[in-house]
Structures are given as structure tokens and as C-alpha cells.
């Protein structure tokens, strides 16, 4: 592959690697310093890597990879999703490699205002304040088990709303 192929590709993805990676790190500034990195390394072994097909799965592989480096080398383990959900957006994401992120982050804020606002404030609680399951169990005087239930309710209705938004072609246009 060459160079500039290469990087019309990092950066037409830039927004959903470092998405991706976030879903592990949980901080915008250390998924960004990991694209940063999976760049550089792209670049390095960009005659490894066979066709555009290949290098969406090669990033996404790799950003995890660094991920999991880092929060090892920090001794964490601040997943907020396990590594089945993260297996089963591998392959979602392998689906709708021909949607562009923008089209997906639409999609999400349009099944973010289509939420109920109690889980919707949930959501902001956990993802944009990075509370912890503990601390948001804590706050709202409720069991840990069933936070991780509501949770799983939330994710699964947010994953079958964007489904459809995609599959439609409306990302967040309605």
C-alpha cells in the first residue's frame, strides 16, 4: 500500500479508531496519543499491509493491542466494556467499514436524544464524567448488578438504534 493511500485511509478513520480506543481507555488524550502511535506504525510496515480491507482490520487490532500495553504498563484495568462487547463491535464495525464515522457518530447522538433522559443521564454519568460503575452505584443508592443490567439494557437499544440508522442510510438525518 502505498503512502498516500495509506494516509487518505488513517485519516478518513482517525474518528472511529480513536473511538474504539476510548471504549478501553476511557480518556480522549491517551486514544488520541494511541492513533498517534498506531500511525506511526502504519507508516512503518505499510508494505506488510495488503489493501484498504486490511489495514481497517490492522488499526483496529492494533489500537487495541496498544491499549491494553498501556493500561497494563499503568497496572489498570478501566475497560468500561468487556472483551466480548469489544469482539462483537470488532465485527460490527468490520460490517460498516463503508460507513464513514461521521455517519455513526450522527447516528449515536440521534439514539442518544432518543433515549429515555434517565438513561440518557446515566449514560453521560458513566462515559462523559468516567464514573465508575462503584461510584455511580454509590451516588444512586443501588446495587452494582443491577446498574450493570440497566447498562445492558442501555447498550443493547443504543446498538440496535444505530443498527437501523445505518442500515437505513440516515445516520443522524431524519
Given at each position: 500500500?502505498?503512502?498516500?493511500?495509506?494516509?487518505?485511509?488513517?485519516?478518513?478513520?482517525?474518528?472511529?479508531?480513536?473511538?474504539?480506543?476510548?471504549?478501553?481507555?476511557?480518556?480522549?488524550?491517551?486514544?488520541?496519543?494511541?492513533?498517534?502511535?498506531?500511525?506511526?506504525?502504519?507508516?512503518?510496515?505499510?508494505?506488510?499491509?495488503?489493501?484498504?480491507?486490511?489495514?481497517?482490520?490492522?488499526?483496529?487490532?492494533?489500537?487495541?493491542?496498544?491499549?491494553?500495553?498501556?493500561?497494563?504498563?499503568?497496572?489498570?484495568?478501566?475497560?468500561?466494556?468487556?472483551?466480548g462487547i469489544l469482539d462483537s463491535l470488532e465485527s460490527?464495525?468490520?460490517?460498516?467499514?463503508?460507513?464513514?464515522?461521521?455517519?455513526?457518530?450522527?447516528?449515536?447522538?440521534?439514539?442518544?436524544?432518543?433515549?429515555?433522559?434517565?438513561?440518557?443521564?446515566?449514560?453521560?454519568?458513566?462515559?462523559?464524567?468516567?464514573?465508575?460503575?462503584?461510584?455511580?452505584?454509590?451516588?444512586?443508592?443501588?446495587?452494582?448488578?443491577?446498574?450493570?443490567?440497566?447498562?445492558?439494557?442501555?447498550?443493547?437499544?443504543?446498538?440496535?438504534?444505530?443498527?437501523?440508522?445505518?442500515?437505513?442510510?440516515?445516520?443522524?438525518?431524519?
Amino acid at each position: 500500500m502505498d503512502e498516500q493511500q495509506l494516509m487518505r485511509v488513517l485519516l478518513q478513520d482517525r474518528l472511529r479508531v480513536i473511538g474504539y480506543t476510548m471504549t478501553m481507555v476511557r480518556r480522549l488524550e491517551l486514544a488520541e496519543d494511541i492513533f498517534q502511535e498506531v500511525c506511526m506504525l502504519a507508516l512503518e510496515r505499510r508494505e506488510s499491509i495488503t489493501d484498504e480491507s486490511h489495514l481497517h482490520r490492522w488499526l483496529r487490532a492494533t489500537a487495541r493491542n496498544l491499549a491494553y500495553n498501556l493500561l497494563r504498563k499503568r497496572q489498570e484495568r478501566q475497560l468500561t466494556l468487556d472483551d466480548g462487547i469489544l469482539d462483537s463491535l470488532e465485527s460490527l464495525w468490520i460490517k460498516q467499514d463503508d460507513h464513514q464515522a461521521t455517519d455513526i457518530v450522527e447516528a449515536l447522538r440521534h439514539c442518544m436524544d432518543r433515549l429515555p433522559p434517565a438513561s440518557a443521564r446515566l449514560v453521560r454519568k458513566r462515559y462523559v464524567q468516567g464514573i465508575s460503575y462503584t461510584e455511580l452505584a454509590d451516588i444512586l443508592h443501588r446495587p452494582v448488578a443491577s446498574l450493570y443490567v440497566t447498562f445492558s439494557r442501555i447498550h443493547a437499544a443504543l446498538a440496535d438504534c444505530i443498527y437501523q440508522r445505518l442500515a437505513t442510510g440516515r445516520g443522524g438525518h431524519d
